[in-house]
């Protein structure tokens, strides 16, 4: 039998937490993750621009023997998946399935909110999309959904600087802006992938805003891994065909656009371990 790999793409090293989370639950599974860091941040690029390069990735991962595919990335999910789901797979891939994040993350938290006040934390992209907004009003008509992008945190990631004191400034400020919006959020999801390595000053901000407003609780966090691979479970309970074409041999291949030996040293900042890297071309 030929490889079945699990694929899971990011436009960098966000996706990275996506693929931790599911190893975890799902630590039989062979996988291959594709970051394009050569050309991130996706976040403020084009919707037309993000899919091409998104189309470009999942070509890549279908041609590497992923009959199925993750876009750990939330811009490529936002402004790509639709396009690739509705277009692109029933003409040319149509025994393959491409899932995105921002459905997973959307079932949960209307249930995990008490005030149904939702707050949303991600790039320029995700937050104009409105993917989160319109996708948690279909599924929990009683929730009220308020985005704040956060120009800055990404590159505080990828820059290595998350958890240095100069991060302080810029998580205060996003917070402040969404809180200010309405006060009454009482949870936050974490829209892009990069962010929970920023969750430690993200819990010591909300806790000093929340001695403002001490009537009103601290608001939950969201971060996405557990839950995306929560959903991945359960799509695979739901779709044996698809089960079936996967191997389990306990293997993860990461794949990126960039240098080898940076991806490599960046990646055991999310996985806390050491990954071997292979440079590859999109196009």
């Given at each position: 039998?030929?490889?079945g790999y699990?694929?899971?793409?990011?436009?960098g090293?966000?996706?990275?937490?996506i693929l931790?989370?599911?190893?975890?639950?799902?630590?039989?599974?062979?996988?291959?993750?594709?970051?394009d860091?050569a050309?991130?941040?996706?976040?403020t690029?084009?919707?037309?621009?993000v899919?091409?390069?998104?189309?470009q990735?999942?070509?890549?991962?279908?041609?590497?023997d992923?009959?199925l595919?993750?876009?750990?990335?939330?811009?490529?999910?936002?402004?790509a998946?639709?396009?690739?789901?509705?277009?692109?797979?029933?003409?040319?891939?149509?025994?393959?399935r491409?899932?995105?994040?921002?459905r997973?993350?959307a079932?949960?938290?209307?249930?995990?909110?008490?005030?149904?006040?939702?707050?949303?934390?991600?790039?320029?992209?995700?937050?104009?999309?409105?993917s989160?907004?319109?996708?948690?009003e279909?599924?929990?008509?009683?929730?009220?959904?308020?985005g704040?992008a956060?120009?800055?945190?990404?590159?505080?990631?990828e820059?290595?600087?998350?958890d240095?004191p100069g991060?302080?400034y810029?998580?205060k400020?996003?917070?402040t802006?969404?809180?200010?919006?309405?006060?009454l959020?009482?949870?936050?999801?974490l829209?892009?992938?990069?962010?929970?390595?920023?969750?430690?000053k993200?819990?010591?901000?909300?806790?000093?805003?929340s001695?403002?407003?001490?009537?009103?609780?601290?608001?939950?966090?969201?971060?996405?891994?557990?839950y995306?691979?929560?959903s991945l479970?359960?799509?695979l309970r739901?779709?044996?065909?698809?089960?079936?074409?996967?191997?389990?041999?306990?293997t993860?291949?990461?794949?990126t656009?960039e240098s080898?030996?940076k991806?490599?040293?960046?990646?055991?900042?999310?996985?806390?371990?050491?990954?071997?890297a292979?440079?590859?071309?999109?196009?």
């Amino acid at each position: 039998m030929t490889s079945g790999y699990i694929g899971i793409f990011d436009s960098g090293f966000g996706g990275l937490t996506i693929l931790d989370g599911i190893r975890q639950r799902m630590p039989e599974y062979d996988y291959i993750y594709l970051g394009d860091n050569a050309r991130a941040p996706y976040g403020t690029r084009s919707f037309d621009v993000v899919y091409e390069f998104t189309l470009q990735a999942v070509k890549k991962l279908f041609e590497m023997d992923c009959p199925l595919v993750i876009l750990g990335c939330n811009t490529a999910s936002a402004k790509a998946l639709r396009s690739i789901q509705q277009k692109y797979l029933p003409q040319y891939a149509p025994n393959r399935r491409v899932l995105g994040v921002i459905r997973p993350t959307a079932e949960v938290v209307g249930e995990l909110s008490h005030t149904k006040h939702i707050g949303v934390l991600a790039t320029e992209g995700t937050i104009k999309s409105e993917s989160y907004k319109l996708e948690i009003e279909k599924l929990h008509p009683d929730c009220t959904i308020v985005g704040q992008a956060c120009p800055m945190w990404v590159p505080l990631v990828e820059n290595n600087e998350f958890d240095k004191p100069g991060a302080d400034y810029f998580v205060k400020d996003s917070l402040t802006k969404l809180m200010s919006q309405d006060p009454l959020i009482d949870t936050i999801i974490l829209g892009c992938t990069h962010y929970p390595l920023l969750l430690p000053k993200i819990k010591q901000q909300l806790a000093q805003l929340s001695t403002l407003n001490p009537q009103l609780p601290t608001p939950q966090i969201i971060p996405q891994g557990q839950y995306i691979a929560s959903s991945l479970e359960d799509y695979l309970r739901r779709h044996p065909e698809m089960d079936e074409r996967l191997t389990r041999g306990g293997t993860c291949q990461y794949l990126t656009t960039e240098s080898a030996t940076k991806f490599r040293e960046c990646a055991s900042l999310f996985l806390n371990e050491e990954v071997e890297a292979q440079h590859i071309t999109l196009n």
